[in-house]
């Protein structure tokens, strides 16, 4: 019913930059946030930025300052610019939807895309 597709992720030298993309599509109804989530092998996902529908934007402390979220609400696309790569940002990224398709609302998450910061 909702798919979330993402696009750009790739190999990156240290203080580098990337643009992650990620596009909804399916039988929305409205759209309250969507964000970027990542995960290391071994390790649980973890929270990256956020954006809710009214523009709102929380990002985790790792990446405040560098990584920028941000959303086309006519397109149902996210963002994600990151600037200033550190080998530690290095991730498989997923992008996640929360959408209400009918009257049901619920998380949705992309396939993941990778991120690989090194020299």
């Known amino acids: 019913q909702v798919q979330l597709v993402e696009s750009g992720g790739g190999l990156v030298q240290p203080g580098g930059s990337l643009r992650l993309s990620c596009a909804a599509s399916?039988?929305?109804?409205?759209?309250?946030?969507m964000g970027w989530f990542r995960q290391t092998p071994g390790n649980l996902r973890e929270l990256v930025a956020t954006?809710?529908?009214?523009?709102?934007?929380d990002y985790a402390d790792s990446v405040k300052g560098r990584f920028t979220i941000s959303r086309d609400n006519a397109k149902n696309t996210v963002y994600l610019q990151m600037n200033s790569l550190k080998p530690e940002d290095t991730a498989v990224y997923y992008c996640?939807?929360?959408?209400?398709?009918?009257?049901?609302?619920?998380?949705?998450w992309g396939q993941g895309t990778q991120v690989t910061v090194s020299s």
């Open positions: 954006i809710q529908i009214s523009g709102r934007a």
């Open positions: 399916g039988n929305i109804f409205s759209i309250y946030a």
């Open positions: 996640n939807g929360v959408i209400t398709v009918g009257t049901i609302t619920r998380n949705y």
